[in-house]
């Protein structure tokens, strides 16, 4: 995985150093499953949401892997009393950069897979097999919950129509059917997440999404719920006027945040694969030649046989 930010790598280099020194081997020899969860000031949920995690998902032990994005309340001390393995980062970046970490500590710590979950507990940690399984069947690299195919309890409307929307946009740009692009309960194969760009601090669900299709791996889609907040608020889409938390307003922030990184999204990957695209195409078009007898470095020999 390479770094977009090189303030980036200085701050995840630092907190995997940090991590380590706390927790020894339990962070470098993971077990087979790594529940990621990005948390930023979710005291009060995150100790419910840890102590509900289970054990093993479908015959596999697991680890719970928290990272504090920056909080300026009890999410640590909270996350750590309950078993977690929290990773403290200073300075809050968004739930894209807090789960790239997570991700990293995951595949450095050598476990399989990953599962993600958020910290606000609206996701059915009984659920966490049912992600999982394609995965560990072989049957997908990468699985996604949806509520569009399961179930919601939210009654925003607006929300509603704009999960929608975001699918029907997203599967219209790769040509992959996608019902839920933003639901946080997800598995998937731990290198998957080192071979895809991420770069967003946040709404980062949509980049990994479009990254892990245009890389052409293996996804599907699994009915799931999403439960409402219990604690707290959502910190989703919250807008620019003075922590105004008005939910209309912040929907409408959060769909031109999204946009903006998944259209951006969409954009670099397709630069990228024609890119990639080109370069092969030039390998293929010099190796023609040398087997012709012309080309850059071919001389007058005459071309070898493959056996």
């Known amino acids: 995985m390479t770094y977009k930010d090189p303030r980036d790598q200085v701050v995840d280099d630092a907190a995997i150093k940090a991590l380590t020194d706390a927790y020894g081997e339990r962070v470098t020899s993971l077990p087979p499953v790594a529940i990621v969860i990005a948390a930023y000031n979710e005291a009060g949920a995150i100790g419910p949401v840890i102590e509900a995690l289970p054990a093993e998902v479908c015959g596999l032990v697991t680890a719970a892997i928290v990272v504090a994005d920056g ?135 949509s980049e990994l999404l479009i990254g892990v299709i245009t890389h052409g791996y293996k996804i599907a889609e699994v009915p799931a719920t999403i439960h409402r907040r219990r604690v707290g608020e959502s910190k989703k889409g919250q807008n620019p006027l003075y922590k105004l938390h008005i939910p209309g307003v912040n929907n409408f922030f959060y769909g031109l945040r999204f946009a903006r990184v998944a259209y951006g999204t969409y954009w670099r990957e397709r630069q990228r694969s024609r890119s990639s695209s080109s370069a092969s195409s030039s390998g293929r078009s010099d190796s023609a030649a040398r087997a012709n007898g012309s080309g850059p470095g071919s001389g007058s020999s005459p071309a070898r046989s493959a056996c």
């Open 71 to 205: 909080c300026a309340d009890g999410t640590a001390a909270e996350a750590t009393q309950a078993g977690a393995m929290v990773a403290d980062v200073p300075v809050n970046r968004g739930q894209g950069a807090a789960l790239r970490l997570g991700y990293r500590i995951a595949r450095e710590g050598a476990a399989a897979y990953i599962i993600t979950t958020d910290a606000d507990g609206q996701y059915n940690p009984a659920e966490m097999a049912t992600v999982l399984a394609p995965v560990v069947a072989g049957e997908a690299d990468f699985v996604t919950g949806s509520r569009q195919l399961g179930s919601q309890e939210t009654k925003d409307m607006i929300r509603r129509a704009g999960v929608r929307f975001f699918a029907s946009t997203i599967s219209l740009l790769t040509g992959q059917r996608i019902s839920d692009t933003t639901f946080g309960l997800r598995a998937m194969r731990s290198e998957v997440t080192g071979a895809v760009q991420l770069a967003q601090p946040q709404y980062q669900a």
